[in-house]
């Protein structure tokens, strides 16, 4: 049987790192203080690196600026759709009945 995945609030992810950055503590030795790989541990210090305060949005949300291209894509998706039905409308109707 699987384990439940564990979730980290922002705050618990900020901590972890500060432990890291402000008091010089190794990777290893925060890692078997807070229970988590190391893995993790880098990916949350990658993130604040690149965003900051931004982050950790919450709740498997993705940051403002990396929801858009998301929706964008979704929205091209949408309407590719809606012009190949359109196409094939406009075939259907453009032919000679038999």
């Not at 305060?53 to 998301?70: I, N, V, Y």
């Amino acid at each position: 049987m699987a384990r439940p995945r564990k979730t980290y609030t922002a705050e618990c992810k900020r901590n972890a790192v500060r432990l890291v950055t402000d008091q010089k503590l190794s990777d290893a030795d925060a890692t078997r203080r807070l229970g988590v790989g190391a893995d993790l541990l880098r990916l949350w210090e990658r993130a604040i690196v690149d965003r900051g305060t931004d982050a950790f949005p919450g709740h498997g949300r993705l940051c403002p600026a990396d929801e858009e291209p998301h929706r964008v894509r979704a929205e091209v998706t949408r309407l590719k759709g809606e012009r190949d039905l359109l196409k094939k409308a406009a075939a259907y109707f453009a032919s000679p009945p038999s």
